[in-house]
C-alpha cells in the first residue's frame, strides 16, 4: 500500500524530471523511471520516514541512473540501424546490367546511323511513331516498317556480340 502511494505521489514529477536528463527520450525515461520505483520497492522498509526526505532520495537515485545509464551508452559501441537491402541489386544483378549495356552499345553502334537515330527517338526519348513520322517528314507506315528492320538488326548486333536476352 505504501508502494502504490508513493508512486501516485512522485512518479509524474520524477518522469518529467528524467525526461529532462534524458534529453526528451521517453522510453529511455520510462526506463529508468521503472528502475527508481523498483529500487525503491526493494527498500522500502529503510527509506526515510518524510515525504520530503523520500522525494529527494527518489530524486537521487534516477540521478545516479541517468548518469550510470550514460556512461553505459559512451562505453558501448554506437548502435547504428540496419539498411533494408531487399531493393540494392546484387552483384549478379549489377555484372548482368553492365554486361547488358556493353552489349547493348555495341550492338548499337554496328547499326546505321538512321537506324540508330530512329530507335533512340522512339525508345530513349520515348517519342511515338506518329511524332518521330513528323519530325522526319515521312508516312506513319514507313518509321514502323524501318523501326521494325531496326530493331531486327539491333538483334542479329547483339546475337554476334553473344547476347540476346535483353532485345525482344
Known amino acids: 500500500m505504501r508502494m502504490n502511494a508513493m508512486y501516485a505521489e512522485h512518479a ?4 518529467r524530471f528524467l525526461l529532462g536528463l534524458t534529453g526528451g527520450e521517453r522510453y529511455a525515461a520510462e526506463d529508468l523511471l521503472q528502475e527508481t ?18 522525494r529527494r532520495w527518489l530524486y537521487t537515485v534516477a540521478r545516479r541512473l541517468t548518469i550510470d545509464a550514460a556512461r553505459r551508452r559512451r562505453v558501448r559501441p554506437q548502435e547504428i540501424q540496419l539498411v533494408d ?7 549478379d544483378e549489377t555484372l548482368g546490367a553492365v554486361l ?28 511515338t511513331i506518329k511524332q518521330t513520322a513528323e519530325m522526319l517528314g515521312v508516312p506513319d507506315g514507313t518509321i514502323k516498317s524501318r523501326a521494325h528492320y531496326a530493331v531486327r538488326a539491333l538483334r542479329e548486333a547483339a546475337a554476334d556480340t553473344g547476347e540476346r536476352s535483353f532485345v525482344s
Open 12 to 15: 509524474g514529477p520524477l518522469m
Open 100 to 127: 547488358a549495356a556493353v552489349t547493348m552499345r555495341r550492338a548499337l553502334a554496328g547499326l546505321s546511323t538512321s537506324q540508330r537515330a530512329l530507335l533512340v527517338e522512339l525508345y530513349v526519348h520515348g517519342k
Open 85 to 91: 537491402l531487399r531493393g540494392v541489386p546484387t552483384a
Open 37 to 54: 520505483m523498483l529500487r525503491a520497492w526493494r527498500r522500502l522498509d529503510s527509506l526515510p520516514p518524510t515525504r520530503g526526505e523520500v
